[in-house]
């Protein structure tokens, strides 16, 4: 079955640590997104990639870091310039990123980091 | 302003009854709009979505929007327990790259 595949589920970070979240899609969609939610928030955009090798900036950028070397593969690098960084990522995927469609977001299950 | 309100709830509502969930946005030239549903430490899944003035049904749910007044909202017509769950407003702004923002979500309890 197509999807979306993040990993770790759960994932613990000690304060000055850089971490890497994985996101991987067999849906061949074109445009890739992370977003962070947090508690009694809605989603924000992290970043976003329309196509391979090309990324923009989200809402909240500052900390973050991408790649978006192949179709299939977006991780996110959450460093340590990020201040708070405890939250639930989600990354997600739109079959186009414009026209019909461009905005139904599949999502993974999730990656739950906590800074300790 | 917010660009997107939700009223956070809980929303409570009994087995068989309908609930109403309400969303608003500030800018009128959204396009687009769309209803996810958030089991707690779940990812959000879309129920469906609804470009049109008007009402779009799709089994037990109705989306509803009015761009005039800027609202959309979604009825759940014989909410069962298994609804339970917090519902996510999100709204295209337009532009360029359609950008999705998402409201904060209601929290739905259908007791039995």
């Known amino acids: 079955d197509g999807g979306i595949t993040q990993s770790p589920k759960y994932l613990f970070r000690k304060e000055g640590q850089n971490v890497t979240l994985s996101c991987e899609q067999n849906?061949?969609?074109?445009?890739m997104y992370w977003y962070r939610q947090d508690p009694g928030q809605g989603l924000r955009l992290i970043y976003y990639?329309?196509?391979?090798?090309?990324?923009q900036k989200g809402d909240i950028a500052e900390g973050y870091s991408v790649s978006r070397e192949k179709k299939e593969s977006f991780p996110l690098t959450v460093t340590s310039a990020q201040k708070n960084p405890t939250a639930f990522y989600l990354c997600?995927?739109?079959?186009?990123?414009?026209?019909?469609?461009?905005?139904?977001?599949?999502f993974g299950a999730g990656s739950r980091l906590t800074v300790l | 302003q917010k660009e997107v309100e939700q009223n956070s709830g809980p929303l409570s509502v009994p087995e068989g009854a309908i609930a109403s969930l309400n969303c608003t946005y500030s800018?009128?030239?959204?396009?687009?709009f769309f209803w996810y549903r958030q089991y707690s430490g779940k990812s959000p899944e879309l129920i469906m979505f609804?470009?049109?003035?008007g009402d779009k049904e799709d089994g037990r749910f109705t989306a509803q929007l009015n761009k005039a007044s800027q609202y959309v909202s979604l009825l759940i017509r014989d909410s069962q327990p298994s609804d339970s769950a917090t519902y996510l407003c999100?709204?295209?702004?337009?532009?360029?790259?359609?950008?999705?923002?998402f409201g904060a979500g209601t929290r739905l309890a259908v007791h039995p």
């Open positions: 990639s329309q196509i391979v090798n090309d990324f």
């Open positions: 800018d009128r030239g959204s396009q687009s």
């Open positions: 999100a709204v295209t702004l337009p532009g360029g790259y359609n950008k999705l923002i």
């Open positions: 849906l061949n969609h074109d445009a």
């Open positions: 997600a995927s739109t079959r186009s990123s414009r026209g019909a469609g461009a905005n139904v977001l599949t």
């Open positions: 609804i470009y049109s003035n």
